[in-house]
């Protein structure tokens, strides 16, 4: 069973910088990509960014340039988070995906306040 655990979230001024993990129980490059999402109140979940096996990243455009998604060499997938806004206020969650399933972390929550 894949458990994905994820950490780094909290409080932070607008403006500020967050970094969160996400800690899989077993290596990262067994899963066709690694990716964090993101839910805000009443709005749906959506994909912030991603990185597949190849190591080509993405992001969603209203974080582009301010988000950095990479990965270390055995487990742990990190999103770097700067320039933080307001309207990145979410539970953040973590997603792994493999030929058997799509995998979620239980979230962690992100508040930026103006």
């Known amino acids: 069973q894949v458990q994905l655990v994820e950490s780094g979230g909290g409080l932070v001024q607008a403006g500020g910088y967050l970094r969160l993990s996400c800690a899989a129980s077993?290596?990262?490059?067994?899963?066709?990509?690694m990716g964090w999402y993101r839910q805000a109140p009443g709005k749906q979940r959506e994909l912030v960014a991603a990185i597949p096996s190849s190591g080509r990243t993405n992001y969603a455009d209203s974080v582009k340039g301010r988000f950095t998604i990479s990965r270390d060499n055995k487990s742990t997938v990190y999103l770097q988070m700067n320039n933080l806004k307001p309207e990145d206020t979410a539970n953040y969650y973590c997603?792994?995906?493999?030929?058997?399933?799509?995998?979620w972390g239980q979230g962690t929550l992100v508040t930026v306040s103006s």
């Open positions: 997603n792994a995906r493999d030929y058997w399933g799509n995998y």
């Open positions: 077993r290596s990262i490059f067994s899963f066709n990509a």
